[in-house]
Every structure is written in C-alpha cells, then in structure tokens.
C-alpha cells in the first residue's frame, strides 16, 4: 500500500518532470521493487524449529548435495 503523503509529493515531483525523466521515474521504481527480498522473514519460520527428524533433515541434505 502506498503511504498517501508519499504518493502525492511523487505525483507532485512527477508533474515538474519532462516525460523522458518520469520514464526514468519509473524504471527506476521497477528496479527497486525486483530487489526486494524475497521469502518468508526467519521469525515467521520459527514455528516450524525443531519439527524435522534428524534422519528427514540427513536426507534433506543429502538430496540438495546431490543436486
């Protein structure tokens, strides 16, 4: 969601710029939103500590090690 005091001084800025640099405006937001991580945060995972058997996560390992 985007916070309406943000998006209103953008469209603010927006407006003063000739079309090629609001193109460049937008490129660049493009940019930014690909490198956001991606995946689940570790604190969201940590109800699942300890649910594996240590044979499930030997062979877990051994299946990623073998590619």
Do not use: H, W
């Not at 985007?2 to 953008?10: F, H, K, L, S, T």
């Not at 079309?19 to 493009?30: G, K, P, S």
């Amino acid at each position: 969601m985007i916070d309406p005091a943000v998006r209103d001084e953008m469209f603010k800025q927006l407006e003063n710029l000739p079309a090629d640099m609001q193109r460049r405006v937008v490129e660049f937001v493009r940019a930014l939103a690909l490198s956001q991580p991606k995946g689940i945060p570790g604190p969201d995972l940590l109800r699942f500590a300890g649910t594996l058997t240590p044979e499930d996560a030997a062979e877990m390992k051994r299946a990623i090690e073998e590619g």
